[in-house]
T-cell receptor
Framework: SQQGEEDPQALSIQEGENATMNCSYKTSINNLQWYRQNSGRGLVHLILIRSNEREKHSGRLRVTLDTSKKSSSLLITASRAADTASYFCATGDQTGANNLFFGTGTRLTVIP | GAGVSQSPSNKVTEKGKDVELRCDPISGHTALYWYRQSLGQGLEFLIYFQGNSAPDKSGLPSDRFSAERTGGSVSTLTIQRTQQEDSAVYLC????????????????FGPGTRLTVL
């Protein structure tokens, strides 16, 4: 399967702490994206990192990519209760496939 | 502008019945995707439409599943003779252009349709 895999499956932290989620994938990729999902409904795009990039920032989000290890991490700094959601990584591979391949997600709970 | 909309938001049906799920993509988006998400799981790709090209149906789990996209805009996902294992949230997404290969655009997701087959 080309699907990514997030680690941990669930994470619970106190408000103000940093949250780190990891994603591993299997194939060569063109880009890797992180999405957020609230309450099991629609996903919201957070950030994209291309295969020739190693790190990217957006507000309180920091994403790293290590193509040699086929892994990525998402760091949320100074977490807030509103960050409570499921986070998914998704990969666009180099085979020309038109869809994104989503991981199984990390359920983040930020305790106020 | 409006985002991706889906209807109905919830659908409860009896085993063996047919259901139709609708997706209205963002105006101007040429690519449209259907995904399925079972409880607590990741997204499973079902089908992809791009402009007037033949759809990529490689993710459809069985011949009971079909989808159409009329006029390059609205799409309908049809599940015939529903089974209990079809119960899931069905998500539609659209993008300006395909996300594969060297051309990238993010996908914009609708709120999903929660299908429950009794």
């Amino acid at each position: 399967s080309q699907q990514g895999e997030e680690d941990p499956q669930a994470l619970s932290i106190q408000e103000g702490e940093n949250a780190t989620m990891n994603c591993s994938y299997k194939t060569s990729i063109n880009n890797l994206q992180w999405y957020r999902q609230n309450s099991g409904r629609g996903l919201v795009h957070l950030i994209l990192i291309r295969s020739n990039e190693r790190e990217k920032h957006s507000g309180r989000l920091r994403v790293t990519l290590d193509t040699s290890k086929k892994s990525s991490s998402l760091l949320i700094t100074a977490s807030r209760a509103a960050d409570t959601a499921s986070y998914f990584c998704a990969t666009g591979d180099q085979t020309g496939a038109n869809n994104l391949f989503f991981g199984t997600g990390t359920r983040l709970t930020v305790i106020p | 502008g409006a985002g991706v909309s889906q209807s109905p938001s919830n659908k409860v049906t009896e085993k063996g019945k047919d259901v139709e799920l609708r997706c209205d993509p963002i105006s101007g988006h040429t690519a449209l995707y259907w995904y399925r998400q079972s409880l607590g799981q990741g997204l499973e790709f079902l089908i992809y439409f791009q402009g007037n090209s033949a759809p990529d149906k490689s993710g459809l789990p069985s011949d009971r599943f079909s989808a159409e996209r009329t006029g390059g805009s609205v799409s309908t996902l049809t599940i015939q003779r529903t089974q209990q294992e079809d119960s899931a949230v069905y998500l539609c997404a659209s993008s300006l252009a395909p996300v594969g290969g060297s051309l990238y655009n993010e996908q914009f997701f609708g709120p999903g349709t929660r299908l429950t087959v009794l």
